[in-house]
């Protein structure tokens, strides 16, 4: 079963401005969260997590915001560049065991 | 370190063979991810080890598929006979099993299977 899921296969936006990826979860043992990001053929490398006493965590351009009580997490790209065209995952582990993923958002921003 | 290292990067084989990826894990990490990559389901968590020791497999497809990990710097997933819907990319990741951190991925094995 997806515990883990990415309901949009893909996102287009324009450069400058902000995008947004969401992410929904079914298992509420997960307490800890991160957003990877990966280029073709390229291994997927990690951009930002939370944990599941947090509701936001911004690292410069890129803010992950967790809604626990609607288990849906998003990641905000503003402003949105070029170079951050790849595909997207969202992750979900609990008790820092198993790491389970969705299937990915293709995010492209167009200049 | 030179991270994850997974071989060979490419795999070719006709259905039927047997097939084994490699993994290397990033040098004191004590947990160790095999992950299969498919359009429909992106990141398949197939199996994990913690110290070596098989957690969880329950991701792992058929009985075709095994995995072990002989010592810490070491861990194979073999596939065993290969069929065509075999064929996908096939990802290693470690971490060091404490609170909070996160995997690092290795490049891949991509495999295909005619």
């Known amino acids: 079963d997806q515990q883990v899921k990415q309901n949009s296969p893909s996102l287009s936006v324009q450069e400058g401005r902000i995008s947004i990826l969401n992410c929904d979860y079914t298992n509420s043992m997960f307490d800890y969260f991160l957003w990877y990001k990966k280029y073709p053929a390229e291994g997927p490398t990690f951009l930002i997590s939370i944990s599941s006493i947090k509701d936001k965590n911004e690292d410069g351009r890129f803010t992950v915001f967790l809604n626990k009580s609607a288990k849906h997490l998003s990641l905000h790209i503003v402003p949105s560049q070029p170079g951050d065209s790849a595909v997207y995952f969202c992750?979900?582990?609990?008790?820092?065991?198993?790491?389970?993923f969705g299937a990915g958002t293709r995010l492209t921003v167009k200049p | 370190d030179a991270g994850v290292i997974q071989s060979p990067r490419h795999e070719v084989t006709e259905m039927g063979q047997e097939v084994t990826l490699r993994c290397k894990p990033i040098?004191?990490?004590?947990?160790l991810f095999w992950y299969r990559q498919t359009m429909m389901r992106g990141l398949e968590l197939l199996i994990y080890f913690n110290n070596n020791v098989p957690i969880d497999d329950s991701g792992m497809p058929e009985d075709r598929f095994s995995a072990k990990m002989p010592n810490a710097s070491f861990s194979t997933l073999k596939i065993q006979p290969s069929e065509p819907r075999d064929s996908a990319v096939y990802f290693c990741?470690?971490?060091?099993?404490?609170?909070?951190?996160?995997?690092?991925f290795g490049q891949g094995t991509r495999l295909t299977v005619v």
């Open positions: 040098s004191g990490h004590n947990s």
């Open positions: 990741a470690s971490s060091y099993r404490a609170l909070n951190t996160e995997a690092f």
């Open positions: 992750a979900a582990s609990s008790n820092n065991n198993d790491m389970r």
